[in-house]
T-cell receptor, first 110, second 114 residues
Framework: EDKVVQSPLSLVVHEGDTVTLNCSYEVTNFRSLLWYKQEKKAPTFLFMLTSSGIEKKSGRLSSILDKKELFSILNITATQTGDSAIYLCAVGGSNYKLTFGKGTLLTVNP | DGGITQSPKYLFRKEGQNVTLSCEQNLNHDAMYWYRQDPGQGLRLIYYSQIVNDFQKGDIAEGYSVSREKKESFPLTVTSAQKNPTAFYLC?????????????FGSGTRLTVV
């Protein structure tokens, strides 16, 4: 059975801090790893990673995948209160579906 | 604009009643999915459909039923057999099943049993 583990489950920081969110996985025939941000309702897509060592960046957010060690990290630099959300990691394997982790609840205090 | 519409946003159900959650997409996606989200549990797959007139059980299908009579629509019925239905329900779609490009999500329905 495919498995995705995120850590930490929750995190409280101050504005301006840098945070690193972790995602490890066990999946048959790995195809892709995705990061989503969920503020109140619908998760919104952040990154899709398929190859090791290639960093994806979008503004203050970046992510990288290590397919040998089976993990990914999501970095957020100079955090803002608007970054407060649940960050979801999901992995696609050989079957039809994405398997999600439990998410990391990030709270950024002013 | 293309997207997924879930309705209603909030739903209250009495114990013993069946309720149906609506999910409609105009993205021309073949695959559709229903997830349940509980605090601290992440997203768990209830049912999915790869094409019209076909659907399969996910990891937590007991107490739920679905239909896929049209490509655009994938309603979820929460039956009285579901022991703990209070949760946030998310519908999603993808171009094809297992698409590497991930899912587009609806805004969710929050179901509360009273």
């Amino acid at each position: 059975e495919d498995k995705v583990v995120q850590s930490p489950l929750s995190l409280v920081v101050h504005e301006g801090d840098t945070v690193t969110l972790n995602c490890s996985y066990e999946v048959t025939n790995f195809r892709s790893l995705l990061w989503y941000k969920q503020e109140k309702k619908a998760p919104t897509f952040l990154f899709m990673l398929t190859s090791s060592g290639i960093e994806k960046k979008s503004g203050r957010l970046s992510s990288i995948l290590d397919k040998k060690e089976l993990f990914s990290i999501l970095n957020i630099t100079a955090t803002q209160t608007g970054d407060s959300a649940i960050y979801l990691c999901a992995v696609g394997g050989s079957n039809y579906k994405l398997t999600f982790g439990k998410g990391t609840l990030l709270t950024v205090n002013p | 604009d293309g997207g997924i519409t879930q309705s209603p946003k909030y739903l209250f159900r009495k114990e013993g009643q069946n309720v149906t959650l609506s999910c409609e997409q105009n993205l021309n996606h073949d695959a559709m999915y229903w997830y349940r989200q509980d605090p601290g549990q992440g997203l768990r797959l209830i049912y999915y459909s790869q094409i019209v007139n076909d659907f399969q059980k996910g990891d937590i299908a007991e107490g739920y039923s679905v239909s896929r009579e049209k490509k655009e629509s994938f309603p979820l019925t929460v039956t009285s057999a579901q022991k703990n239905p209070t949760a946030f329900y998310l519908c999603a779609s993808s171009i094809v099943a297992g698409s590497n490009y991930g899912y587009t999500f609806g805004s969710g329905t929050r179901l509360t049993v009273v």
